[in-house]
């Protein structure tokens, strides 16, 4: 079974910066895509970035020019640096990988909370 597990969330000020991580572990795996998305109280999960191997990266109107992802092919590990932070970014981050042949993003982490205070 593959797991990842996040980590990096916390409370921070507008106007700061966090670098969220996410490993994958358990059994050898070959995403063809990682993602962040996150999920603000009373919201629907949105996707905040993504980075396919063979296409690059996206980012949501919210974030750009803020957020930068980056991943570790080797440790099959994602990165999310947030800087410029507002307290519209207050959500659970989670980070998500897409498998061989899958039609979406199958595997999940737990989440990280990320807490910006004005």
């Known amino acids: 079974q593959v797991r990842l597990v996040e980590s990096g969330g916390g409370l921070v000020q507008a106007g700061g910066s966090l670098r969220l991580s996410c490993e994958a572990s358990g059994r050898p795996f070959s995403p063809v895509a990682m993602a962040w998305f996150r999920q603000a109280p009373r919201k629907d999960r949105e996707l905040v970035a993504s980075?396919?191997?063979?296409?690059?990266?996206y980012y949501s109107d919210a974030v750009k020019g803020r957020f930068t992802i980056s991943r570790d092919k080797v440790k099959n590990a994602v990165y999310l640096q947030m800087n410029s932070l507002e307290p519209e970014d207050t959500a659970v981050y989670f980070c998500?990988?897409?498998?061989?042949?899958?039609?979406?993003?199958?595997?999940w982490g737990q989440g990280t909370q990320v807490s910006v205070s004005s």
């Open positions: 998500a990988a897409q498998r061989v042949g899958a039609d979406d993003y199958n595997y």
């Open positions: 980075i396919r191997w063979s296409r690059g990266t």
